[in-house]
């Protein structure tokens, strides 16, 4: 799944290809692409038409289309949804065709698997109300840090856990997580409830700056499903040290990276950088 890097990517790729523009036509393709409007494809459609876009946001892994009437359009890219600008030729997993009244390039929404979705947000424009709950991610202006490691803190779980939940801090996923906790030599079970000040915060901001040095190179794409707007392949996968590294030597110390089960996916570390607390939480 996209993470935060890879998401924002696609944000500034959008902002740049969809702002000031005017919707002249909404086709939806799939109905699963829009099964979160419960009110239909048809209303969708007639939503966004003559709506012109304001602005592309993004918070943790959303992203959201503001529009000029105050409203927005919410999208969740899930396993493998795309936004790609300028396709000539439409995919076999095309779900949504936007197209504008200057005629200009058409943005097309692709989700081979179609978890990924989206959604009209009634006053969305700013903060639509169906991600409200979620934390903020380490990469907005306004990112409160000591709130997060309150908040991680409070938690009576495992620190990987504790990562992944969007409540605590958004954006993280399997990957950065991975990394965020090879980078401050912390195991994924440690017990949050037993974590220093001082340790949450050098967890949380490692994990901002792994996905600040992602979303430099471009993203972490290990397949075709994550390509930016244009079809772009991010490259940060080269500069991973834990997550995928399984049999490869440390970089720091050279033992053996090794991948072991964890909430019906996979926790890559170093055994010896990161050894298994006793207060290792299950």
């Known amino acids: 799944m996209p993470e935060l890097p890879e998401v924002e990517v696609v944000r500034r790729g959008l902002d740049d290809h969809l702002v000031g523009r005017t919707l002249g036509g909404v086709e939806v393709l799939n109905l699963r692409a829009v099964r979160r409007h419960v009110a239909g494809p048809a209303?969708?459609?007639a939503l966004l038409l003559g709506r012109t876009v304001?602005?592309?946001?993004?918070?943790g892994k959303y992203l959201w289309f503001a529009l000029d009437d105050g409203d927005a359009v919410i999208a969740h890219l899930g396993m493998s949804g795309q936004f790609r600008v300028g396709s000539t030729v439409d995919s076999p997993h095309l779900r949504v065709r936007f197209s504008f009244h200057d005629d200009g390039p058409e943005v097309h929404f692709v989700d081979q698997r179609?978890?990924?979705g989206l959604a009209y947000s009634h006053g969305g424009a700013?903060?639509?109300?169906?991600?409200?709950?979620?934390a903020q991610d380490p990469l907005e202006?306004?990112?409160d840090l000591g709130a997060a490691i309150a908040r991680l803190r409070a938690k009576n779980t495992g620190l990987k856990r504790a990562l992944l939940d969007q409540t605590v801090v958004s954006g993280i996923g399997n990957i950065y997580a991975d990394e965020a906790l090879w980078r401050a030599k912390l195991h994924y079970a440690r017990?949050?409830?037993?974590?220093?000040?001082?340790?949450?915060?050098t967890v949380i901001t490692e994990a901002s700056i792994v996905m600040r040095e992602a979303l430099l190179a471009g993203g972490t794409s290990f397949d075709a499903l994550y390509v930016s707007v244009n079809g772009e392949s991010g490259y940060f996968d080269r500069s991973l040290n834990a997550y995928g590294q399984a049999g490869k030597p440390c970089p720091r110390c050279g033992t053996p990276i090794v991948r072991e089960a964890f909430m019906n996916r996979s926790s890559s570390r170093c055994p010896a950088c990161q050894p298994r607390p006793r207060n290792a939480h299950a």
């Open 141 to 143: 202006e306004t990112f």
């Open 114 to 116: 179609t978890f990924g």
């Open 126 to 134: 700013e903060l639509p109300p169906e991600i409200a709950h979620i």
């Open 43 to 45: 209303d969708f459609t």
């Open 54 to 59: 304001t602005a592309a946001r993004r918070r």
């Open 191 to 201: 017990a949050t409830a037993t974590m220093t000040k001082s340790q949450a915060a």
